[in-house]
C-alpha cells in the first residue's frame, strides 16, 4: 500500500553542482534520510556512511527493481547492472576477467600516444568544449582497445553514444531508441563475429561472455548482447563529466596546473583526488528486498533510493574540508567514487586509467587553461559539467 510521505527537497530546475552540492550539505544534518517527488519520488542517502553501508549490503539493497534514477524511459534492463546475484554473477566475472590490471597496463600504453594527439588536435582546433572534444573522443579510444574494436568505430562511438547519453538526459524515448539500436547493431555484430571466431577471454569481453557456463549452459544470447550494449556506453558518460571538471578547476588553479606539469609523481593523487571531488553520479539506485529503517525512517520495497556517492565523498565526517582539492589525503582509498559491493564499478582500473592518461596530456600540453564560456550542467542521475569551454595557453 502506497503511503504519503513529506518532501524534504527537490532539485527539479536546478542542475549546477553548486547547488546540489549544498542541498546535500544541508541534508547531511537535517535529514540525511531524504525524500523528494522529483524523478516519481526516491529516497537519498548523503551521509558516507550510510552510502556504503547500502552499497555493501546487496541482499537488502537490491538493484533488480530500479538500479537507476531516472531509469531509461523504454524500461530495458541489462546485465549486469539490473540483475542481482547469482544472475548477475557469470556477466559481471566475464566482464572483469578482461579488466585485469596487467589488461588495462596494456590498454593504457595504448591510449598514452593518442591522448597526446587528441589534445594536440583540441589545442588546434576552433572547438573549446573539452568535455564533448577531448573528453568524450578519449574515452571512445579506450572503450574501442578493450573491445577490440576496429579503429574506424570510435568517432561513431563517441559520436552515438554521446547522442545517446543526450537523449537519455532529455528523457526522449524515440532518439533513446534510435540511438541504443545503433549500438545493439554493433553489439550483435560482436557476437556473432567472436562466437565463430573466439579470441582470448582474458582480453576480449565478447569472447568471455560467450565462454561462461553457469550451470554448464551458456549465457542467453541476448542477455550477452545486452551487457555489450550497456558496455559500449557505460564507460562513455561518466569520463567526459570528470574531464571537464578537471579541466575547468586547472583553469582556475594555475598553480596547481603549473605543480603537475613539473611533477610528474604527483598527478596519480591528483587524479584521485579530482574522482572525489567531482564524482560524475548521484542517482545509482536501489530497492529494499525487506521493509527497513535507516535512521528511524521507514523505507519501504519499490520505493527507489538513491547512493547519493558525490555526496557520500563530500562528508566532512569523513573528508576534512570536503569541498576542497587537497591533493594527497591520507584518507583518499575512502571516497565511493566507483561505488563499492557487489556493483562496485567493473571498469574502474580502466577509468583510472582514462583521468590518469586525459590529466597527463593536458598539464604535459600546455602551460596552462583558460576557461572561456559558462559550463553548461548535466543532469540527473549525473553531476557536474556536459559542456565546459577553456582556451589552451600555450
Known amino acids: 500500500m502506497s503511503r504519503a510521505i513529506p518532501e524534504d527537497f527537490s532539485l527539479a530546475g536546478n542542475d549546477t553542482p553548486a547547488h546540489a552540492f549544498g542541498t546535500y550539505a544541508e541534508l547531511r544534518g537535517r535529514c540525511p534520510v531524504a525524500h523528494t517527488e522529483d524523478y516519481g519520488g526516491y529516497w537519498a542517502l548523503t551521509r558516507h556512511d550510510d ?24 524500461g530495458i534492463r541489462r546485465p549486469p547492472l539490473n540483475f542481482d546475484a547469482p544472475r548477475h ?58 573491445l577490440n574494436l576496429d579503429p574506424e568505430r570510435v568517432e561513431w562511438l563517441a559520436t552515438t553514444a554521446t547522442a545517446w547519453v543526450d537523449a537519455w538526459r532529455r528523457q526522449d524515448g524515440t532518439e533513446v531508441g534510435r540511438r541504443s539500436e545503433e549500438m545493439y547493431g ?35 544470447h541476448e542477455l550477452v548482447v545486452g551487457a555489450l550494449r550497456q558496455s559500449l556506453v557505460v564507460g562513455m558518460v561518466a569520463p567526459p563529466l570528470l574531464i571537464g571538471a578537471m579541466a575547468g578547476h586547472l583553469a582556475g588553479d594555475r598553480e596547481l596546473h603549473g605543480v603537475l606539469r613539473a611533477d610528474p609523481t604527483a598527478r596519480p593523487a591528483a587524479a ?14 536501489r530497492t529494499v528486498s525487506r521493509p527497513t529503517r535507516i535512521r528511524g525512517t521507514e523505507i519501504r520495497p519499490g520505493e527507489p533510493v538513491t547512493l547519493v556517492y558525490a555526496a557520500a565523498n563530500r562528508d566532512p565526517e569523513v573528508f576534512e574540508n570536503p569541498d576542497e582539492f587537497i591533493p594527497g589525503r591520507p584518507n583518499i582509498d575512502q571516497h565511493l567514487g566507483f ?31 583558460e576557461l572561456v564560456g559558462e559550463p553548461v550542467p548535466t543532469r540527473m542521475p549525473e553531476l557536474g559539467y556536459q559542456s565546459v569551454e577553456v582556451a589552451v595557453v600555450s
Not at 109 to 116: D, F, K, V
Not at 272 to 285: H, M, Q
Request: net charge positive; with cysteine; charged share 25%.
Open 339 to 369: 561505488g563499492k559491493g557487489r556493483h562496485q564499478c567493473v571498469g574502474m582500473h580502466l577509468a583510472r586509467g582514462v583521468i590518469n592518461v586525459a590529466l597527463e596530456a593536458i598539464v604535459e600540453g600546455c602551460t596552462g587553461l
Open 186 to 220: 554493433v553489439a550483435r555484430w560482436l557476437v556473432a563475429d567472436r562466437a565463430a571466431h573466439p579470441q582470448d577471454a582474458k582480453l576480449d569481453p565478447a569472447s568471455s561472455l560467450l565462454g561462461e557456463r553457469p550451470g554448464g549452459e551458456p549465457l542467453d
Open 51 to 74: 552510502v556504503r553501508a547500502a552499497a555493501t549490503d546487496a541482499e537488502l539493497f537490491i538493484s533488480s527493481v530500479k538500479a537507476v534514477v531516472p531509469s531509461d524511459p523504454r
Open 272 to 285: 584521485e583526488e579530482f574522482i572525489r571531488l567531482f564524482t560524475p553520479y548521484r542517482g545509482f539506485a
Open 89 to 146: 554473477t557469470p556477466f559481471r566475472r566475464a566482464l572483469a576477467r578482461t579488466l585485469s590490471r596487467n589488461r588495462v597496463e596494456q590498454i593504457v600504453a595504448q591510449l598514452r600516444p593518442r591522448a597526446r594527439e587528441l589534445f594536440a588536435d583540441f589545442a588546434a582546433g576552433k572547438d573549446r568544449d573539452i568535455a564533448k572534444t577531448f573528453g568524450t573522443l578519449l574515452p571512445a579510444y579506450a572503450a574501442s582497445f578493450w
